[in-house]
């Protein structure tokens, strides 16, 4: 059967405008922003076997923010710092960093976006700095490489070795120096080039929490002063809670933002307050804390519905004896549940309305 030119011109219009409005979906999300991550995925195989390492994951980071990014060993962490690296390209989505689309770099652009648009400080200080050069020769190196003067590199790496307390290093290798002072100095080198994205993989990973401070404040430093977008992989607890936004991966995707939010405390003093927000994706997941999931025994779908303002979510009893769904139904019902009767719900749980702080 042959379809008519009308239909033919007009499902080829309709095509277009599926076409032309993903595009503008694609184009418009993360506008503005410095890094995008776009739904991205990164699939690893060898001897037959793949590994999903980032499935999926989105995030933006604005210019001038200092994020910190926490989750278990291989949550995908490391390899996602390594993707904005541009050390490692992702196998779908997009990632783009200063506008530069990193999956569609070529080789020499690649190396150019490595030198200019940013710095990066490995865990390990071996890593990150020539044991036979000084301080200053370091910093200077990635000067040089960019055909910056003589005397312009020694004027910006003693600029930069002096606002990260560590002048007084210029002159010393990596073995006199302590991995306080190694790190700020490795710090200083990936500011050379004056990069918009800092990345920092697990940088105080090595070090007692007294030195662990001095790094995480010359990070600061590099953020505040010198106008460094900084991104930090930690394990440490105590780090996450000096940044005003932490994000956390679990299976190769974000899951929640902890954000810190200034309030007045009864006394009327200005304090920072924590709050754990879950992160909903473009495609409308969400990620429930597994603590949450176990408690409730929640496992495979659960019920939802809308209410006056929020979502509400029960486990599903449908395959329990009844004796078990009434008291299933119980223990998960507020106010407005699924069996919409307030009578049901206990004393000590919520009665339906929104949390004060970001728990729709």
């Known amino acids: 059967m042959t379809m008519p030119a009308a239909s033919k011109v007009a499902a080829a219009s309709g095509i277009a405008e599926l076409g032309a409005e993903a595009l503008r979906a694609r184009t418009s999300y993360g506008e503005g922003a410095l890094v995008v991550c776009d739904r991205v995925v990164r699939i690893y195989s060898g001897d037959g076997i793949e590994v999903q390492a980032l499935q999926g994951l989105d995030l933006l980071i604005d210019e001038g923010e200092l994020v910190a990014m926490i989750g278990a060993s291989g949550s995908g962490k490391s390899t996602l710092i390594n993707i904005l690296a541009g050390l490692d390209t992702p196998t779908a989505g997009r990632v783009e960093v200063a506008g530069q689309d990193l ?206 303002d929020h979502i509400g979510v029960w486990p599903d009893r449908s395959g329990e004896s009844p004796s078990a769904n009434t008291v299933g139904a119980r223990s998960g019902n507020a106010a407005g549940g699924p069996s919409g009767n307030p009578a049901d719900r206990p004393a000590n749980s919520p009665s339906g309305n929104a949390p004060e702080e970001g728990g729709k």
């Open 103 to 308: 999956g569609a770099l070529s080789a020499r652009e690649r190396l150019a976006y490595r030198r200019q648009q940013v710095g990066f400080v490995w865990q390990q200080t071996s890593r990150n700095l020539l044991p036979y050069l000084t301080a200053r020769q370091n910093v200077t190196m990635p000067l040089r490489f960019s055909g910056v003067s003589a005397r312009k590199r020694d004027k910006r790496a003693m600029e930069l070795l002096a606002t990260l307390g560590v002048a007084h290093c210029a002159n010393r290798t990596p073995s006199r120096m302590s991995g306080g002072e190694q790190q700020r100095a490795a710090i200083a080198t990936a500011l050379a080039n004056a990069p918009r994205l800092l990345l920092a993989d697990e940088p105080t990973g090595e070090l007692d929490s007294h030195t662990a401070q001095d790094v995480f404040r010359a990070l600061q430093t590099a953020n505040t002063e010198l106008g460094a977008t900084v991104l930090v992989v930690t394990h440490d607890p105590a780090v996450s809670t000096q940044v005003r936004r932490t994000v956390a991966i679990r299976d190769g995707r974000t899951s929640s933002e902890t954000l810190q939010h200034e309030v007045a405390d009864v006394l009327g003093h200005i304090v920072q307050q924590a709050v754990e927000y879950a992160v909903l994706d473009r495609a409308g997941r969400v990620q429930l804390p597994r603590e949450m999931t176990e408690q409730h025994r929640m496992r495979d779908r659960v019920r939802l519905r809308s209410l006056e």
